[in-house]
């Protein structure tokens, strides 16, 4: 189908359900993400959807990357394995670069690594979330450069109830985990802590993997708010199995060609802050918060060997002030955000690397109710980045053995504007903005392309570009819609294109997206989401070629009964369209096959135990949620999914 036309179809598809229904789905839920402190979102103009710890509790997921993809919009892409670890997170369509361009909070702290590493989704223990915000399409103002296609802000439970938990499960692949919750507090104090241990077998060869995990918050609580500190700390170890190429992916997946490569990796976060109302229309808030990893790497099958270690710190304050604008009641939030990113890297078989980086931002947002239904929001944000990069000389035998030492210092600015009108149980937005990203600190490492000798990339520009996008949300009796229609053009995108890190020819993502919810009765609720994603260039060599990884089209459904005393049981599908394999921006290697999969789960609720059973991936489908093409091999290299896996776990309260 063309593009063009099957775009036209998606978007009046998405308008013709508006008039079908007719209440707001959240208009009295609190959120964060929309300002950076707990508001209604009606007043917004956001695209911001919450799954709630129910939406979690019915959804037969193993880990947290699993729990999003059942989310309009949201693309999960996982390198294997039932903990979720070096899973990808995409929202609106980028790729290889999605990483860098979907910004993954937990209580509002950026937990994206400085440089191209994944997120230690371990260090987040499913038991501990209370609820997921998902802010669709830039939110470069309020957060900084790397949200151009969204922001996830996980939220954990900090409640303080008394709670003294343990969960035991076993599962396929030699699959075992244990899960340990305690809370408590009163009206000084309170802590809440989460356990976690799980090791595996693995579903391929050398895919084995452990984690262990402790992660909470204490409290204390004053007249006027309260002090806090929260924490984490992990240590995960893991085979490396590597992809396999086209014939081993056909007879034999769970195969490896890596089967002595390891990896582990040990860190831990903390970040004391503040809560404190100030007088009735004043509130400050803030943190201070540090981060860091070590991450030890041994490629055998290369003889090569990496001992990396990763620090970030950061102080985000930031004001809130209830005021009025002439007659009209306005908000304005105005913070500064500072991080100090380090990246050090011990090397053998080739050149060490460091690099480190400091960002300085300032920023700006503004909400004026013109009318008890219609709401303005603007706002900006300054960021200054300074980046360093050095790598040594390699050793004797190598043809490009200078060391390399470079430094650069730039500035963006963004902008948005935003009304957002609610009124008879309706609401509707649109949105403009401006967005921007800076390279990570390893897209700063680059070779010349004829002497391939290791250069500074301080000519790579930030990438930047326009996001517009329009939607609403309404609702009659049990059923429930949201829905929104965006466009994003970049420039100077910042991509791989084969061979290094380069600003790519300008680009556009444009689509819409879906959710809907529908209690049926009593006992049965159903939810479904749909996205389209158009992810092309612009203009230039590729111009009129589809970005490598983006699916035009992504769909969810999903399926609950609540028996009550018996039990709830609960399905969903997943579907996940065709899409270009890696790198291959050229688009001449055909098509990644797209794939459907089905997941089960049913609960029994025998109070103090709860029994929870598991089938992931039911029909034991076999596909590949990442390949790529090697000009190399002149072959495609997969990286396998699991199959056909079942969980069962056993919770006691006491």
């Not at 707001?24 to 959120?31: F, Y």
């Not at 037969?60 to 989310?71: F, G, H, I, W, Y």
């Not at 499960?169 to 976690?196: H, M, W």
Request: glycine fraction near 10%; proline fraction near 4%; aromatic fraction near 10%.
């Amino acid at each position: 189908m063309n593009p063009r036309r099957s775009f036209t179809l998606s978007t009046l598809a998405l308008f013709a359900a508006f008039p079908a229904l007719a209440a707001d789905p959240q208009a009295d839920a609190v959120l964060v993400t929309a300002t950076r402190f707990r508001e209604p979102d009606s007043d917004v103009a956001a695209n911001v959807s919450v799954i709630t710890r129910q939406d979690i509790r019915n959804t037969p997921a193993q880990n947290l990357p699993d729990v999003l993809s059942t989310r309009a919009g949201v693309d999960v892409r996982q390198l294997g394995g039932a903990m979720g670890r070096n899973a990808t997170v995409d929202m609106r369509g980028f790729g290889e670069t999605a990483t860098s361009n979907t910004l993954i909070l937990v209580d509002g702290l950026r937990v994206n690594p400085v440089d191209m590493g994944s997120i230690i989704w371990s260090s987040i223990p499913l038991e501990s979330v209370e609820r997921i915000e998902i802010m669709r399409g830039s939110g470069t103002v309020l957060y900084g450069d790397g949200a151009t296609g969204g922001v996830i802000n996980i939220i954990t439970n900090k409640s303080g109830n008394q709670v003294a938990a343990l969960t035991a499960t076993v599962g396929s692949y030699g699959y075992k985990g244990t899960d340990i919750q305690l809370a408590n507090g009163n009206d000084q104090a309170y802590y809440n802590l989460f356990v976690n241990y799980a090791d595996a077998d693995g579903y391929r060869q050398n895919s084995q993997q452990d984690q262990r995990t402790a992660s909470g918050r204490v409290g204390w609580l004053l007249d006027r708010g309260e002090v806090f500190t929260d924490f984490a700390v992990y240590k995960e170890s893991n085979g490396l199995p590597g992809s396999v190429f086209s014939a081993a992916y056909r007879d034999d997946p769970r195969s490896t060609r890596t089967p002595s490569d390891t990896e582990s990796r040990d860190g831990y976060r903390i970040r004391p802050g503040v809560s404190y109302r100030l007088n009735e229309d004043a509130t400050l808030e803030g943190e201070v918060a540090h981060e860091r990893q070590n991450l030890d790497a041994k490629y055998v099958a290369s003889g090569m060997a990496s001992d990396r270690v990763r620090q970030t710190t950061s102080f985000t304050p930031r004001l809130r002030w209830r005021h009025g604008l002439e007659a009209l009641p306005s908000e304005t939030v105005v913070g500064y955000d500072y991080y100090d990113g380090k990246v050090n890297s011990d090397n053998t078989g080739y050149a060490s690397q460091g690099a480190s980086q400091q960002s300085s931002s300032l920023y700006l947002q503004n909400v004026t109710k013109f009318s008890d239904e219609l709401s303005l929001t603007v706002g900006g944000r300054s960021q200054r980045m300074k980046q360093q990069a050095s790598q040594d000389a390699y050793g004797a035998g190598w043809s490009f053995s200078p060391a390399m030492d470079g430094d650069s210092a730039r500035t963006r600015n963004a902008y948005d504007v935003g009304l957002a009108y609610a009124a008879g149980g309706w609401r509707v937005y649109g949105k403009s903005g401006t967005t921007f990203r800076f390279a990570n600190l390893d897209e700063l490492f680059g070779y010349d392309p004829i002497t391939y000798t290791p250069v500074f990339a301080g000519d790579l520009k930030p990438q930047h570009g326009t996001s517009n996008e329009v939607g609403g949300s309404v609702a009659v009796g049990p059923a429930k819609l949201r829905a929104a229609l965006y466009r994003i053009e970049l420039t100077d995108e910042i991509g791989f294109d084969g061979s290094s890190n380069t600003n790519l020819d300008p680009t556009r993502r444009q689509g819409g997206e879906l959710e809907a919810d529908w209690k049926i009765s009593d006992d049965w609720q159903a939810k479904a989401s749909y996205a389209y994603v158009d992810a092309t260039f612009r203009s230039g060599t590729y111009s009129g070629n589809e970005v490598p990884l983006v699916a035009r089209n992504q769909a969810s459904a999903q399926l609950t009964w609540n028996t009550g005393r018996t039990g709830s049981y609960s399905a969903v599908a997943r579907y996940v369209g065709e899409r270009r394999y890696g790198s291959d921006y050229a688009n001449t290697q055909g098509m990644l096959a797209g794939y459907t999969t089905l997941d089960l789960q049913s609960v029994w609720n025998l109070k103090p135990w709860k029994i929870t059973a598991k089938l992931i991936n039911a029909f034991d489908k076999k596909y590949s949620p990442y390949a790529a093409y090697s000009a190399y091999r002149n072959d495609t290299y997969y990286y396998p999914a699991d199959g056909r896996s079942v969980f069962v776990s056993a919770r006691y309260d006491f």
